[in-house]
């Protein structure tokens, strides 16, 4: 398997598989003299673990995470940075069936195909959203490299099976409200009926989807290397490693297609002295560069795959047609644990390209 690392100047590889012995990260290009402890990467872990609320599926993960390298009396070395939560609890029994019956919309059949029926299947493996730890880990070194230039990254739920909020909430909305409620959702009676929703699903033996929106503040302009690593490139890449995300658009998006240039360009404007936009259909992107407006992106994602519906498939060994139900503790809607894994996922991008941008102070300077 290759494809298991990102960035150029702050270089992550992520390892482990879902029910193996650990998921992990090594972080190569951290910056020496971050102070870090323990308990920082710990608080941004919980924010994505699961067994919280009803809404998400009752698998006990405890997800405590370990520095094994790259960081010495609270700070961090400036050498590799070895971060990783070892698996416990695991029960792998019903995967045996999803080797031979792939589950539809899981990574099962593919993966059995490339990796000749070697790859560890257990839990869906490198496919499954556990893998996303890695993510929020190196994530939370990475919001803590930005907090130095003030940047800020708030994703929240904006959508679930359809139901959504009518008017856009506001930066203090999503800054207080998103993570008091179980659905990551800045508007607190639409997180009620998200919440319905997503029961409802599961109590049919189904799942939903939704959408998440990102706001990155106070970007300097000019971040981004293009032609191939333009910044809303590799963010949507970054976001598309998040398992059952099928689709990003930054600012007005596809609706952008739908309008005329007059009503499309943000027209230029002096706001406290400084060069703005009066609207932000880029989403704070210009030719890959950040232009200094907010970057706004959203990010759909599809049900949850694994539920227990009777489904169509196939008995791969006996290349027959049969039907499946999935068993096992699966999360109904996986939307509000990908709330943190997005902000983890831009901050991972954002501070790469700082860093290639000569950003970020390192040593003394970082407090
Ligand atoms: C946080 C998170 C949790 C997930 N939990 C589950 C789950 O419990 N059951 C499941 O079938 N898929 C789950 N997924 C989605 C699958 O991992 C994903 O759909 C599968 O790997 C196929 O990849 P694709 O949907 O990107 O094509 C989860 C994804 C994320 C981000």
């Known amino acids: 398997m290759s494809g298991n690392s990102f960035g150029k100047k702050f270089k992550i590889t992520c390892f482990g598989e879902s029910h193996g012995r650990c998921i992990g990260v090594v972080i190569d290009g951290c910056p020496p003299g971050l102070?870090?402890?323990l308990k920082e990467v710990q608080r941004e872990l919980d924010k994505r673990r699961p067994g919280q609320d009803k809404i998400s599926t009752p698998r006990k993960?405890?997800?405590?995470?370990?520095?094994?390298?790259?960081?010495?009396?609270?700070?961090?070395?400036?050498?590799?940075?070895?971060?990783?939560?070892?698996n416990k609890k695991v029960d792998s029994e019903v995967y045996e069936e999803y080797r031979i019956k792939p589950r539809p919309g899981h990574a099962d059949y593919p993966a059995l195909v490339k990796y000749k029926k070697f790859n560890d299947y257990r839990g869906g493996g490198r496919f499954s959203g556990r893998i996303t730890a890695a993510c929020v880990m190196a994530g939370a070194i990475a919001k803590k490299l930005l907090r130095t230039l003030n940047?800020?990254?708030?994703?929240?739920?904006?959508?679930?099976?359809?139901?959504?909020?009518e008017k856009n909430p506001t930066l203090e909305e999503i800054r207080k409200i998103t993570y008091t409620n179980a659905v990551r959702c800045a508007d607190e009676k639409i997180a009620v009926l998200m919440k319905q929703e997503i029961m409802k699903a599961k109590n049919e033996g189904d799942s939903v989807g939704g959408i998440i929106e990102c706001v990155v503040l106070n970007v300097p302009v000019g971040i981004g290397e293009p032609v191939f690593d333009n910044l809303d490139a590799d963010i949507a890449k970054m976001l598309f490693s998040i398992p059952a995300v099928k689709g990003v658009e930054f600012g007005a998006g596809f609706n952008s297609s739908r309008i005329r240039g007059s009503e499309n360009n943000d027209p230029y404007i002096i706001k406290d002295g400084k060069?703005?936009?009066?609207?932000?259909?880029?989403?704070?992107?210009?030719?890959?560069?950040s232009n200094g407006m907010p970057i706004i992106f959203r990010i759909a994602f599809k049900?949850?795959?694994?539920?227990?519906?009777?489904?169509?498939?196939?008995?791969?060994?006996?290349?027959?047609?049969?039907?499946i139900e999935v068993k096992g503790k699966h999360d109904p809607c996986v939307v509000p644990r990908a709330v943190p894994i997005v902000e983890a996922a831009a901050a991972i991008v954002l501070v790469d390209h700082a860093l290639r941008f000569s950003l970020i102070n390192t040593g003394e300077k970082i407090e």
């Open 35 to 37: 102070p870090l402890s």
């Open 61 to 86: 993960e405890e997800d405590e995470v370990k520095f094994l390298s790259g960081v010495f009396k609270e700070h961090t070395t400036g050498a590799p940075l070895c971060m990783l939560i070892w």
């Open 303 to 323: 049900p949850t795959p694994s539920i227990s519906k009777k489904q169509h498939t196939i008995d791969i060994e006996k290349m027959t047609e049969t039907t």
């Open 275 to 289: 060069v703005a936009t009066a609207s932000n259909n880029a989403g704070g992107v210009l030719g890959g560069l």
């Open 151 to 165: 940047l800020e990254i708030l994703a929240h739920t904006v959508e679930i099976g359809g139901v959504k909020s």
